[in-house]
């Protein structure tokens, strides 16, 4: 793809941020270097078909100053993140960093070890466990601990344990309480549009340069197309204070529900007086809202969990960790960090609602929103993977929803229409595109970009229309703090450029989809029930689950799948059949292998026949 050098106005901006910010401040640069024991070389990591699922060498330009094309603070912070490396945090806990998006820490117990977060991909988890073993010696894994529900922190299981050991006993699996159905339905219910906009989030598709892709602010990226994994936690952790003693190491666990994660959790290690912060409290400003979609965290219960963790560990911790980026040593230091973290969150959710009082909608809060010296200054709490901008507009729209209070807002056309209109009042598309260029010409590259997503939205394909957009999300990209934004701006123009690249990760692997509970499995057949094909369906399914015991009646009327467990009613059709059999027939297995039937089977036909899979590939920047 051909790049466009950055413009006047951003070299501009730039220089700006490098005389701004203290870059002076490099103990960063100290920290991430600590305790390093050795490095995998290459570190690149093929799946079994031979496919590289990880290269954390194509960050190797990440030296020297910032070229013109990145913020000077998101190459700062790019350079730190890509530091990978096996690293000794205290003796006994060793962290792998820059094997995925997110960090796998190893505990050393009596005999064995404890592995914390196995990372996305069971090839990266593996490399990194065996990395250790080089250096560290053979030791059985005694545990493994999940943090919270996120992908990047349990789907690398099997390359460190296999399910085979935990039914055995000889391994433990534990993990905050609520998580496996939090893990499951985040990845099945809304998975392919989360994994198409996770494309754009992550730079899947961009190439590692001065130009493209450089980091996501909190990992570099996500391994692709290795195996993702889900054991079933053998314990299940639900209060703060609880204290387990795992291969002779003792570990006391803060819950933390709706932070970062819907089910996490916090836990202090008393031996190595180390507290482990999950994805609480990292280097960088988190996602109140990431941009691939979720639901909306709350930054109010996030601070006061923080607070708790202050008030129980801080004053008994000499280093805290967390699944991101590199630890913090030194109690003053520790103080500071957690403060900040703290008073980061507590101040964006309080000053939103002060704003939102005032009758500020979102995009005008976040527009004059401005954190505290304070917290502005401080590295860690800058906008490299959420924002000031976005969370703003996130709190707005969980206390407020989406529609801001102006009656004019109420009912706008679709973008396409919308676009139609615009384009028609300015003069026309060919207009359109001059008064952009203007805007570009200008540096005004905001409005550029509003302009041509109205132009491209009603002429898919004017070249000169997407040429300017792709160069204006270009420049949208080079100027971008964010690395996520950054990611989303050059995926835009290399969509325009290129034409699309769809979602190059899935996250509802196998191994998630088996742990789907038979409620989770009718809900996701519910949300592909294409409605209007199936107004005219009346049907209805017994299904007895016969390896579980469990009986449920399902009904199919106006277009709505609906379903009760021993629900009362007559039935046009009775299906007996083990769960994994039943998972087969909902991924479209028909055969009447493995299943008992009872009625009329045309009707499961005739259910399936209006099941409509999601588009992973579906349209972002045109219509």
């Known amino acids: 793809m051909m790049h466009k050098p950055a413009t006047a106005a951003i070299r501009a901006q730039q220089e700006a941020a490098r005389a701004a910010l203290p870059f002076n401040d490099t103990r960063d640069f100290e920290d991430t270097k600590r305790g390093l024991i050795a490095e995998l070389t290459p570190n690149v990591i093929h799946n079994g078909e031979g496919k590289v699922i990880w290269d954390n060498d194509s960050y190797s330009f990440l030296t020297g100053e910032a070229p013109d094309t990145v913020h000077p603070s998101l190459w700062r912070q790019s350079t730190l993140v890509a530091k990978a490396g096996l690293f000794e945090v205290v003796e006994g806990i060793y962290q792998l960093r820059g094997f995925d998006l997110s960090n796998m820490t190893i ?276 906008g490299y993977y959420g924002s000031v901008s976005h969370n703003v507009k996130a709190i707005v729209q969980r206390y407020l929803g989406w529609f801001d209070g102006n009656p004019a807002r109420l009912w706008a056309h679709t973008p396409e229409e919308g676009a139609k209109r615009y384009v028609k009042a300015i003069g026309g598309i060919d207009r359109v595109v001059e008064v952009a260029q203007e805007a570009f010409d200008e540096g005004d590259f905001r409005w550029a970009a509003t302009l041509l997503d109205h132009a491209v939205f009603t002429d898919a394909n004017h070249t000169a229309a997407r040429a300017l957009y792709a160069d204006t999300l270009e420049q949208l990209g080079y100027g971008s703090e964010n690395g996520t934004w950054r990611n989303f701006y050059l995926a835009g123009a290399t969509e325009l450029r290129d034409g699309q690249f769809g979602t190059p990760t899935v996250t509802n692997a196998p191994a998630i989809v088996a742990q789907l509970s038979p409620e989770m499995l009718f809900d996701a057949i519910a949300i592909q029930i294409n409605g209007p094909k199936a107004w005219d369906l009346d049907l209805a399914i017994r299904i007895n689950v016969t390896d579980l015991d469990r009986s449920f009646r399902l009904t199919l009327h106006n277009g709505a799948l609906v379903y009760l467990e021993d629900g009362k009613g007559d039935v046009d059709v009775t299906l007996s059949l083990s769960k994994p059999r039943l998972l087969q027939l909902a991924g479209g297995d028909t055969q009447s292998e493995g299943i008992e039937i009872d009625g009329d089977v045309s009707v499961v036909g005739k259910l399936l026949s209006v099941v409509e899979p999601g588009d992973p590939d579906f349209a972002i920047v045109t219509p």
């Open 107 to 382: 505990i050393e117990g009596d005999t064995g070890i404890i592995v914390i977060d196995p990372l996305i991909s069971s090839e990266t988890a593996a490399a990194g466990l065996k990395l250790y073993c080089e250096h560290r010696g053979e030791r059985p894994v005694a545990a493994v601990i999940h943090t919270h529900s996120h992908i990047d922190h349990f789907g690398g299981i099997f390359g460190v344990t296999s399910q085979e050991d935990v039914d055995a006993g000889k391994v433990q699996i534990i993990a905050p309480e609520g998580f496996v159905e939090h893990a499951v339905s985040e990845n099945v219910y809304a998975g392919t549009a989360m994994g198409r906009r996770a494309g754009y989030m992550y730079g899947a598709a961009l190439e590692r340069s001065a130009h493209g892709a450089v980091g996501a602010g909190l990992g570099q990226t996500t391994s692709a197309g290795g195996e993702i994994g889900l054991i079933v936690p053998t314990l299940l952790i639900a209060t703060t204070g609880e204290t387990h003693t795992i291969d002779g190491v003792e570990i006391e666990f803060q819950m933390a529900p709706g932070t970062e994660a819907p089910s996490e959790m916090h836990f202090y290690f008393p031996k190595f007086k180390a507290l482990c912060m999950a994805e609480n409290a990292t280097h960088t400003l988190h996602n109140l809202l990431t941009l691939r979609g979720a639901v909306v965290r709350d930054p109010h219960v996030w601070s006061k969990y923080l607070s708790e963790a202050i008030d129980r560990y801080g004053d008994k911790t000499d280093v805290v960790f967390a699944s991101h980026h590199w630890p913090t040593w030194g109690a003053e230091n520790i103080s500071e960090f957690l403060g900040l973290q703290r008073d980061l969150y507590a101040y964006l959710h309080d000053q939103t609602l002060r704003l939102i009082n005032l009758g500020y909608n979102g995009a005008e809060a976040a527009e004059i929103f401005q954190l505290p010296p304070a917290l502005e200054n401080s590295w860690h709490a800058r």
